[in-house]
């Protein structure tokens, strides 16, 4: 069976860098594999909710990448603050451009939407 590729992108590409970076810091959780399998664990689980703004917060994270894996999870009613990594580079952070054989970079290092709320 294949590995599912989402479960190696790093926190920092799908977070916001504010809550990215403690979580690898200080929780050594680096991609959402490891975040997903921190939250399956209760101390872990408090924890990873005091990096967010607020447990709501934590919880939508959570059922966003699980959702991305095919599970099934129940909607949060009200509306959840943006923990996700904007559309637009972080700053600071630089990432080579890519170049195709044709020589064309147009598309490359764009990031996608936001998850749905």
Do not use: K
Request: proline content about 12%; aromatic content about 6%.
């Amino acid at each position: 069976m294949n590995r599912n590729p989402i479960l190696d992108l790093p926190l920092h590409s799908v977070m916001r860098p504010e809550i990215a970076l403690p979580l690898a810091h200080m929780m050594h959780l680096y991609t959402v594999e490891q975040f997903l399998r921190g939250w399956r664990h209760p101390p872990t689980q408090r924890g990873i909710e005091q990096i967010f703004d607020t447990p709501e917060q934590a919880r939508h994270a959570a059922q966003v990448c699980a959702a991305w894996l095919g599970t099934r999870t129940q909607a949060i009613p009200g509306e959840v603050t943006q923990w996700w990594a904007n559309d637009g580079p972080t700053p600071g952070l630089e990432v080579p451009d890519a170049i195709d054989p044709a020589g064309d970079t147009a598309g490359v290092g764009e990031a996608g939407s936001p998850p749905v709320r």
